[in-house]
């Protein structure tokens, strides 16, 4: 393990903080898995605690002993600068101080990935990562064993969705599927619940759902809501009641409603 104090924004290794989007992160070993960002240290925490390995850390200088603590036994760089330079590097305001790149790992195909779970939380193409990390936390709150996303959605592991849902993206199991592996449920034994609105859906607490060994509960798009071919494959189309002329709520707060009733018998 290396202190390395940052004098130039030059320096080779520092890059993957400084240079790099986090679709270029993404990439950054292929055609191997690739590394992530990850912020604060709360939530590096627990990626690490996940099984997720440490590249590097990047830290103010206020807290490169709790980085260290982080990297112990690793033979891995810490780099740390001033707040205000760090900021500058970077080019955006930190939470926490401490940052850390650490290495994607494979993930599993839906098939395989179905096996042994009896919750699971599909999110149809949801594009804002603020919205997927959210979910992840009701998911990982309301007994979710599993999320699977469409390939439109966006990447769990993203800083914003793995900072918003407080490190539970690491807490709990996850995969990505093509839109027409939806079949692998009712393949498996799951029944399918769709929140979408519809003049012919099922109102959430209206009939407890006792008995269903296996759920699936598929949330969509923000703006077009559940694909047509996720929509023909449910068993279950559902919506949450609401009154004062709402028709609808965000992704992320409908997403806990539903998993609070659908997944709780």
């Known amino acids: ?13 520092l890059e993957i903080y ?5 679709k270029q992160v993404k990439r950054i070993f292929e055609p191997a898995e690739g590394a992530f960002i990850c912020e604060s240290l709360r939530v590096i925490e627990r990626a ?32 740390t600068a ?7 590097l970077t080019g955006y305001s930190l939470t926490g101080g401490v940052l850390a790149a650490l290495r994607r790992r494979p993930l599993a195909s839906a098939r395989e990935f179905i096996n042994k779970k009896n919750k699971i939380v599909v999110m149809d193409d949801i594009e804002n990562p603020t919205n997927v990390g959210a979910v ?17 959605s966006a990447d769990p592991l993203y800083r914003r969705a793995a900072r918003v849902s407080m490190g539970n993206v690491f807490s709990i199991d996850w995969t990505y599927m093509k839109k027409e592996e939806i079949t692998v449920f009712k393949e498996s034994g799951f029944e399918v619940f769709a929140l979408a609105l519809s003049d012919d859906a099922e109102r959430l607490g ?19 809501g559940i694909s047509d071919e996720i929509i023909n494959m449910s068993d279950h189309i559902v919506m949450i009641p609401m009154e004062n002329n709402v028709d609808s709520l965000n992704v992320a707060a409908a997403s806990a ?9």
């Open 48 to 79: 690490i605690s996940a099984g997720y390995e440490p590249l590097s850390f990047f830290a103010v200088k206020e807290k490169v002993q709790e980085a260290v603590a982080l990297a112990e036994g690793k033979n891995i760089n810490i780099f």
């Open 136 to 152: 992840f936390r009701s998911a990982a709150a309301m007994g979710a064993d599993g999320v699977i996303l469409t390939e439109g």
């Open 1 to 13: 393990m290396e202190i390395i104090e940052i004098r130039d924004i030059n320096t080779p290794e």
């Open 82 to 88: 001033e707040y205000e330079v760090m900021k500058e």
């Open 206 to 224: 209206d009939t407890p759902y006792i008995g269903i060994e296996k759920k699936a509960v598929v949330l969509g798009n923000e703006d077009h």
């Open 257 to 265: 409603v539903a998993f609070w009733e659908i997944f709780k018998y």
């Open 18 to 22: 400084t240079a790099l989007n986090e």
